[in-house]
């Protein structure tokens, strides 16, 4: 059973920053690709930022300049550094790799106000 484990989120002031972490149960390469997507209730899940297993990032328009996705193979683990956040980025973040199927993590609540 794949499992997705996140960490990192919290409460942060608007313009503040802070570095979502997921660590998966088998190589991460085993993945076509890994992401961040992000749920706000009574929204639509939106994809945020993903690493394909070549090394090839992309992030939607909103969060561009702003966040990064990077990772670390011998860890297993992706992270999503989110810099200047914005009360709109607040979300709960799910960690996703895509494989034989979708998979994703419990899910880490990233909150941003003042």
């Known amino acids: 059973q794949v499992q997705l484990v996140e960490s990192g989120g919290g409460l942060v002031q608007p313009g503040g920053s802070l570095r979502l972490s997921c660590a998966a149960s088998?190589?991460?390469?085993?993945?076509?690709?890994m992401g961040w997507d992000r749920q706000v209730p009574g929204k639509q899940s939106e994809l945020v930022a993903y690493?394909?297993?070549?090394?090839?990032?992309n992030y939607v328009e909103s969060v561009r300049g702003r966040f990064t996705i990077s990772r670390d193979n011998a860890k297993n683990t992706i992270y999503l550094q989110m810099n200047n956040l914005k009360p709109e980025d607040t979300a709960v973040y799910y960690c996703?790799?895509?494989?034989?199927?979708?998979?994703w993590g419990q899910g880490t609540q990233v909150t941003v106000s003042s």
């Open positions: 690493i394909t297993n070549s090394g090839i990032t």
């Open positions: 088998k190589n991460i390469f085993s993945f076509a690709f």
């Open positions: 996703k790799g895509v494989s034989d199927k979708a998979y």
